[in-house]
């Protein structure tokens, strides 16, 4: 995996060619949007969750935690999809890298659910942790941290047994360095390629303990976050956020 990764940090090319069973099936599409703010909240076509925009002045986020209950995923309109809860640092109004970790919950059309742990140093792929498992209905907290603009630490953990799965992670080039601008804990629609999965009924997230945690040592809830609710066409998907707590936001399709 190592020599894997230095190959990503150098050649996009390369790695999809040399290396493609390393890259996640599904995930080589950046995750970057910004949210378009209607009157009444944000909404976006592929996201749906909390995101704090802004750090308190004179500090960065330097990470950012969250606990689910891994949901079972069902369809939507009786096709196969996907859909992928993860938390990050500069995911939406930063442009240069995100580091985020998180979970696709996926459901084939005959109803069944599998489920994949990831990390990713945006703009480079995604990476399937190779030492976890998920089950629907395992509690599971996600974190990534940075520990200066160009390395961080990804962790996913089974809350419930305690198997845990981490990865340290470098930029995958100069430019893209974190600003530790944005805090996000999102359910996303993300692209294969440049086109996004259909997405599946991913029932509930309700992420809890939620916090993003700062350079001079402290850490701020989410209470003041703004919410995105996912709405893909008039009549069809969405999905709602709650206002959030201090500490949660529940996300529903
Ligand atoms: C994801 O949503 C953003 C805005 O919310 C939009 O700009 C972007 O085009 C969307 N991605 C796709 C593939 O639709
Ligand atoms: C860190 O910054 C936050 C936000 O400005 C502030 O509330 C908190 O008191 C600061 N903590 C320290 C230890 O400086
Ligand atoms: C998570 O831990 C629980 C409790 O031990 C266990 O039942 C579950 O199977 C674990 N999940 C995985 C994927 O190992
Ligand atoms: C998950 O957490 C919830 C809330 O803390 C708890 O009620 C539930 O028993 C936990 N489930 C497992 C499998 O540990
Ligand atoms: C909440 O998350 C923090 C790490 O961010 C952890 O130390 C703490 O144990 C968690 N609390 C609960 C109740 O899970
Ligand atoms: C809404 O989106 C779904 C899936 O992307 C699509 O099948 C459906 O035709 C769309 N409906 C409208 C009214 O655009």
Redesign the pocket.
Known sequence: MAIIKTIVMNSLLLISILCSDAVVAGRE?PIN????DKSNGD?????SGAVLNAPPSGTTFTSVSAEFSVPTPGVADNEAGSSAAWVGIDGNTYQNAILQTGIDLSVNADGSASFDAWYEWYPAYAYDFSDISINAGDNVSLSVVSTSPNSGIATIENLTNGQKASQILTAPDSSSTLGGQNAEWIVE?Y?VG???VTLDNFGIVTFTNASAGLSNGTSVGIDSADV?NMIQNESGQESEGTTPGDDRIKLGY
């Open positions: 599409a949007n910004e949210v378009s909404y976006s076509s592929n996201w629609d692209e440049s086109s996004l995105i």
